[in-house]
DNA sequence: AAGAAGCTTGCTACCGGTAGCAAGCGCTGC
DNA sequence: GCAGCGCTTGCTACCGGTAGCAAGCTTCTT
């Protein structure tokens, strides 16, 4: 296989200058009907399209945006993921996706999105200490960062999330009326947990109802077995009448893990031993397997929210955009 | 903030030229330590990286890897994504992730990943008619095309599969040992399924005990809805007497979805009324409330192979490697 | 008919690197 | 003292586009 044609040999094949070739592929240009014609014939049966990488380079604009996810256990996380690549491929732009682990952290990988150019960094529900962007985000020409799916506390960068306050203030308020009145809260990793504030609003919330939260169990990060672990951990060494009547797990996984674990493990029933809510409302949330209490994150309204600031359409400060509680049958 | 510095803007900040530099960055270049060590001090000052979209211009190498998604429904889609992100980075290779759908189709997509120049092409689990590539894959300088999770009926287009022959051969039997005998498929997406063909072998292990399948309900597309829409109208016209004793699904989220009817629609018990199998082992079909059989693909040695013939260690031909039947309560 | 205005085209310079040639320099050997 | 060698350094040319100036040609105005 031989290379791809460039502007130069179309130029020789239809007897113009290269200049004239962009010409007829530049939007708007000034070139004649006749010219266009000959160039584009000519690019046709060369096979020519104009070489992006090269254009990339003239015009330090890629046309990519780095997105950085470091959790892949939660399934939520493809949903955001295919309304991202989507609308940003609408507006021409093209997703490269950079997975942080312990081999790539934020560090490096925002040294290489540098070096690519990316035009953008979505930093979507990564757990990092904002420390760490600190020293960086000054350093000249860093592409510009914006935060999805939890909070950025680091002034100048804005972050597109789910309400929790609103979200929190919806949950607290539905289980007070349904006269819950010890409730629990389950956590997922440390760092994002704080960013996601859950726990805090939770927290929050039933303060206004003069209740405090006492019992907060931590799973180990965003999976089922976490979620599973840490409820049984508590079931076997918490007697029945100590227990907490409700528990607002971070998100759907751990929930998940939390109902299987009452009932399979424990043989308890939900919600009237104990009733379960999560976060996000996954596909496989609504089964009559799960059939959970949950709520559903604005997908739509966060992706459009990121992808009009990325392209500029949005001014670029941080939003929280409410959801939806969504009542099934686990609380 | 200003732009990034350059070798030139280094060069003249260590008093020498900017190829000199740019040796001071390749790795055994020729060049004295003292220099080395001046360019390098300059260039700390300086935050200076190589610009890898003017490396990649230069060197027609830009270490991106297109990947080709058409189906974000399956939650298997993210450890596929996980690891192969993973294994890249690990190679020096970035992830560009394509969304394939109607507005943005295979054509469309191979034809901005030629412009943008990316090092290779993985078609994973796309669902496309394989005329769709003929034209394509001849024209000059396109990527190698890699295709994952699916086969590849093009010549020269090597594929990356479980290896349906031995998974289907181990179920078959497996069922067959269990005294099934009236066994029914039910299939997704009519184009993605037929190079599964997961169909195909279910069938011809049956025929090899005499038995033929006649039942094959069709999904709409891979997800639990369409699972279970399926089984719902399947279950609606055909009366207990006449039904399957068995059911194979063509992956985990069909099964889920047929599960959650069987059970909670129908009132009927898994396996005894019918017996249910999956493909691909969720997380969550390990969960007590499915508890589904299913058959693991390799996930990682899949992953391996399409990454070593992406970086050329591995000869790119179709392999084909085994998986492993997960024995649990469905079937 | 001459000058002004407008459109089209080609040109130089540049984006920030890479490849490989050739000159400069120090060192060795005779 | 000089040829010969090897290492280091700078150079030209190039990757394939973009930006914007200036020349050439029409067309319009007076």
Redesign the pocket.
Known sequence: MS??????EV?AAA?????????A??PG????????RRVLAAAEALN????L???S????FTHQVAVFVDDFANPQKLPFLEALTARLQAEGRVVMLININTQFDHVRALLNADQRQVDAVILFGTAFRDETLRDRKLSKGMPPLFVLARDSQIEGIPAVVCDAEVALRDIVSHLAGKGYRRPGFMAGAQVLSTALQRKHYFAHFWGRHGISVNTELSAHDYSWKAGARALHSYLATTPPAERIDVLMCENDILAMGALDVLRSDFGLRVPEDMAVLGFDNLELSATPAYSLTTYEQPLHSMVDAVVAMVTGELEAKTVAIAGQLILRATA
């Open positions: 290379k791809r044609a460039t502007a130069r130029a007897g113009v200058s290269k200049w004239t070739v962009i010409r592929f530049t240009a000034s070139i004649t009907e006749e010219s266009r020519y399209t104009p070489n990488l090269a254009r380079l003239a015009t330090n």
